[in-house]
């Protein structure tokens, strides 16, 4: 197998990668320090990270690091991000493409893949409208309905996770937790369900160490500009009481840095996920060690309310929750524990590569 693995990372990091690869030269010297960092390890695939000479990964729609790759192989400095792409996996001799950002790219790109390629892999986990996969083998994740709906419309699909990062381990074993709740994640008009639970446990800012590290939607900030508050968004706005807590979002290390410190990690799903859970940050939460409180819902294997993971179904359950599992604190770790031992091992590197590999032999 000859591997390509194409990712994105979200627009706010962009300053961050820009300071992490400030003095990496080269293209190679960039995606490094973009792996080095973890920013979504749980998604990069075992080769990548053992940097395999069979495995290339690049986020495909970051401009500047892409266009030094295009430099470097003398394509002309009018190539499209779709010209450097395509460039890359035929370079690469890649008879396997995973793309992580399926919806990044035109339906076209994937008709003008290089003749190298034989098996074509999508990552899709978010719901969806007008959106094409027609020109994939396979589509994966770990959500059922999502894989039902894609089915529905004829895609083939198979069921996907990610993975524990081992880079976790020293972090997961930090005793000092001075934050007693922490929630990293995005705020926009699609987390409405989410919103209601922050802004009820945000009350516990008096009593309690509340970390809020939030990534606004651009609508949201521009609700909370000063244009934004002669313009009728008031309802994209944040209340009050998380504006008081919130702080920037927080990415790869410095997000394992802020779980390492936590005790109760909150989570919840976006409005449109229907019954099935098991986001990213589930993974993330468990692999750091802390108790993840999460809310009601069909979560993966391994992840049980009270054995694992703890559960609420209201606003004001995670408030009693929460503090029911602080003063427990027995209780809270032991659970935490487990749900680190458990994803460490069912959901280890090793399991997910070995689960992929089944996957494109199955195609």
């Given at each position: 197998m000859r591997l390509f693995q194409n990712a994105r990372y979200y627009p706010s990091l962009r300053p961050k990668i820009l300071e992490l690869t400030r003095d990496c030269p080269t293209f190679a010297g960039k995606i490094s320090a973009f792996l080095n960092f973890r920013e979504s390890a749980a998604h990069i695939l075992l080769p990548v990270d053992q940097r395999a000479e069979w495995a290339f990964f690049t986020n495909g729609d970051d401009r500047d690091v892409q266009r030094v790759w295009a430099r470097e192989h003398g394509l002309k400095s009018s190539a499209s991000l779709d010209d450097i792409l395509r460039a890359q996996i035929e370079e690469h001799r890649a008879d396997v493409f995973y793309n992580l950002d399926a919806t990044g790219w035109e339906g076209g790109f994937m008709k003008r893949l290089p003749g190298c390629v034989k098996k074509t892999i999508a990552w899709h986990a978010a719901p969806f409208r007008n959106v094409s996969f027609s020109?994939?083998?396979?589509?994966?994740?770990?959500?059922?309905?999502?894989?039902?709906?894609?089915?529905?419309?004829?895609?083939?699909?198979?069921?996907?996770?990610?993975?524990?990062?081992?880079?976790?381990?020293?972090?997961?074993?930090?005793?000092?937790?001075?934050?007693?709740?922490?929630?990293?994640?995005?705020?926009?008009?699609?987390?409405?369900?989410?919103?209601?639970?922050?802004?009820?446990?945000?009350?516990?800012?008096?009593?309690?160490?509340?970390?809020?590290?939030?990534?606004?939607?651009?609508?949201?900030?521009?609700?909370?500009?000063?244009?934004?508050?002669?313009?009728?968004?008031?309802?994209?706005?944040?209340?009050?009481?998380?504006?008081?807590?919130?702080?920037?979002?927080?990415?790869?290390?410095?997000?394992?840095?802020?779980?390492s410190a936590a005790k109760i990690v909150l989570n919840g799903s976006i409005d449109m996920a229907g019954a099935d859970r098991g986001n990213m940050r589930c993974f993330e939460a468990l692999g750091g060690g802390a108790l993840l409180l999460s809310d009601d819902g069909n979560y993966p294997e391994g992840m049980r309310n009270g054995e694992t993971i703890a559960t609420y179904n209201s606003p004001e359950d995670a408030v009693r929750q929460i503090r029911t599992l602080l003063e427990a604190s027995q209780k809270r770790l032991d659970i935490a524990r487990a749900g680190h031992e458990m994803v460490s091992t069912r959901y280890s590197k090793e399991v997910q590569w070995r689960r992929f590999e089944a996957l494109v032999a199955s195609i």
């Amino acid at each position: 197998m000859r591997l390509f693995q194409n990712a994105r990372y979200y627009p706010s990091l962009r300053p961050k990668i820009l300071e992490l690869t400030r003095d990496c030269p080269t293209f190679a010297g960039k995606i490094s320090a973009f792996l080095n960092f973890r920013e979504s390890a749980a998604h990069i695939l075992l080769p990548v990270d053992q940097r395999a000479e069979w495995a290339f990964f690049t986020n495909g729609d970051d401009r500047d690091v892409q266009r030094v790759w295009a430099r470097e192989h003398g394509l002309k400095s009018s190539a499209s991000l779709d010209d450097i792409l395509r460039a890359q996996i035929e370079e690469h001799r890649a008879d396997v493409f995973y793309n992580l950002d399926a919806t990044g790219w035109e339906g076209g790109f994937m008709k003008r893949l290089p003749g190298c390629v034989k098996k074509t892999i999508a990552w899709h986990a978010a719901p969806f409208r007008n959106v094409s996969f027609s020109g994939y083998d396979l589509v994966v994740c770990n959500f059922p309905s999502i894989l039902a709906a894609l089915s529905a419309q004829g895609c083939r699909t198979e069921y996907f996770f990610p993975a524990y990062d081992p880079e976790f381990e020293p972090f997961a074993s930090r005793q000092d937790r001075p934050v007693d709740v922490l929630f990293v994640g995005g705020y926009s008009r699609h987390h409405r369900r989410r919103a209601a639970v922050l802004e009820a446990v945000a009350k516990l800012a008096g009593e309690y160490n509340v970390v809020y590290r939030l990534d606004r939607s651009r609508l949201c900030r521009l609700a909370e500009s000063p244009l934004g508050h002669v313009l009728p968004l008031a309802s994209h706005r944040r209340p009050p009481v998380i504006r008081a807590i919130a702080q920037e979002p927080i990415f790869g290390r410095d997000y394992y840095e802020a779980l390492s410190a936590a005790k109760i990690v909150l989570n919840g799903s976006i409005d449109m996920a229907g019954a099935d859970r098991g986001n990213m940050r589930c993974f993330e939460a468990l692999g750091g060690g802390a108790l993840l409180l999460s809310d009601d819902g069909n979560y993966p294997e391994g992840m049980r309310n009270g054995e694992t993971i703890a559960t609420y179904n209201s606003p004001e359950d995670a408030v009693r929750q929460i503090r029911t599992l602080l003063e427990a604190s027995q209780k809270r770790l032991d659970i935490a524990r487990a749900g680190h031992e458990m994803v460490s091992t069912r959901y280890s590197k090793e399991v997910q590569w070995r689960r992929f590999e089944a996957l494109v032999a199955s195609i």
